[in-house]
């Protein structure tokens, strides 16, 4: 199968529904850029520049973080594929895997900065936000966060993507 086959696939058996929206835009952007080509014929050193050359709507290059959230997609596609015999290995599996910025490198927003941010978002953004500033949540957690999974009595929320941390109110 080529690559934009595979983005048009049911994946809904093998893939949380978290994850399908995500999954389905970035191997589309995937099959864009491979149109008909078979899956079989990719490379690791392919897959690799395809991913070191990725930039974003602005024209700039994509962090780390989103290169391996590229990568970590493309190699659940193509060990889905090797796992079924439709290809003899899985070419992601020697990409190399990038190391993000260290808690050193990482800056903090001031109360100010926050604030600005906070004023100029709508809603629903914004309860994202704030449950990302005070809480500690990843946005793909804020995101997928439900109110049904929150349990103010309690304090606590179990996530699928980390363990368990306490909300402070």
Known sequence: KTAYEIRNCDWSSDVCSSDL???????GRFAHDHPG??????????????IDRLKG??????SAVTRGNFRRLLSMLFEWHRRRGAIVSNPVSDVQVETTASREDVAFWTVDEARAVLDRIDDEARAALVLGLFVGLRTAEAVR?????????????????QSQ???SY
Do not use: C, M, N, Y
């Open 21 to 27: 929206a995500d999954l389905k835009s970035r191997l």
């Open 37 to 50: 080509r078979a899956l079989g014929t990719f490379t690791s050193h392919e897959v690799q520049g395809w």
């Open 165 to 167: 941390f306490r909300i």
């Open 57 to 62: 709507a602005d024209g700039k290059p994509l």
């Open 145 to 161: 966060l439900l109110w049904r999974d929150v349990d103010l009595r309690s304090e606590e929320h179990t996530s699928e993507l």
